[in-house]
């Protein structure tokens, strides 16, 4: 529900839902995962996002080859509410299409940030393929 919303873009803009954002580092990674919703508008405003996002679709597999990946990368957890509610909506094919890559996309970046934040606050260190990164072991 609206409860548990704690960012949302508009016209090329993020806001933050101040009451439900916890500490910086959450804001951290709602600012991201809404700014890249805005960069996927923005680099497919010619072509389409919708387009552009359904040849992503198809080109990871369709329904099954999105569905290897988002487990493969972890995030079922994050596609999921997504998936639910998009099976029982009246949008098209194409809208769910796009609304799944584009929360895909938008995830794959949070959880790298999420990576980085634990990395950098040595919660994880060593348990994480970016420790075997020594830049960022290093920078840390």
């Avoid at 101040?18 to 405003?45: C, F, P, W």
Wanted: a positive charge; hydrophobic letters at 40%; aromatic letters at 6%.
């Amino acid at each position: 529900g609206l409860e548990s919303v704690t960012a949302a873009t508009q016209g090329g803009k993020v806001y933050l839902v101040r009451q439900n954002i916890v500490d910086q580092t959450h804001a951290e990674r709602a600012i991201l995962h809404e700014s890249t919703h805005v960069g996927i508008e923005k680099m497919y405003a010619d072509e389409g996002v919708e387009r552009a996002l359904n040849r992503m679709y198809v080109a990871m597999g369709g329904k099954s080859g999105f569905n290897r990946l988002v487990t493969k990368l972890g995030l079922d957890d994050r596609i999921e509410p997504y998936r639910a509610g998009l099976e029982k909506s009246n949008y098209s094919g194409a809208a769910r299409n796009r609304i799944l890559v584009d929360e895909l996309l938008a995830n794959v970046g949070r959880a790298r940030l999420q990576d980085i934040q634990a990395a950098r606050t040595g919660s994880y260190w060593c348990n994480t393929s970016l420790a075997q990164k020594e830049w960022v072991c290093k920078a840390v």
